[in-house]
């Protein structure tokens, strides 16, 4: 059994920080991309930011300049800085992460339940 485990949401006021934690645990065999989505009340889940098992990353251009990505493989878990924080940054935060499961040959998509991220003074 693989699972996705976040941490670090809250509330924080407009310009301030956040950094949000996901671990992968259970029998893994190798993780490949993982990323962070985000989705706001009434939106359809959105893109922030992925980043690859070599460390290519990629970012929605509403978080550019503001959101770093980084990963710690030994550890299996990834990270999302968010710095400069916006009142449209509110959203439950989503890890997702490409997985092939010790003994499956398969590379399955994993998502995270979800953390709160509110934006607001």
């Known amino acids: 059994q693989v699972q996705l485990v976040e941490s670090g949401g809250g509330l924080v006021q407009p310009g301030g920080s956040l950094r949000l934690s996901c671990a992968a645990s259970?029998?893994?065999?190798?993780?490949?991309?993982m990323g962070w989505y985000r989705q706001a009340p009434g939106k359809q889940r959105e893109l922030v930011a992925t980043?690859?098992?070599?460390?290519?990353?990629n970012f929605a251009d509403s978080v550019k300049g503001r959101f770093t990505i980084s990963r710690d493989n030994p550890k299996n878990t990834v990270y999302l800085q968010m710095n400069s924080l916006k009142p449209e940054d509110t959203a439950v935060y989503y890890c997702?992460?490409?997985?092939?499961?010790?003994?499956?040959?398969?590379?399955?998509?994993?998502w995270g339940q979800g953390t709160q991220v509110t934006v607001s003074s």
């Open positions: 997702n992460a490409d997985i092939n499961p010790r003994g499956t040959g398969v590379i399955f998509a994993y």
């Open positions: 259970g029998s893994i065999f190798s993780i490949y991309a």
């Open positions: 980043i690859t098992s070599g460390g290519h990353t």
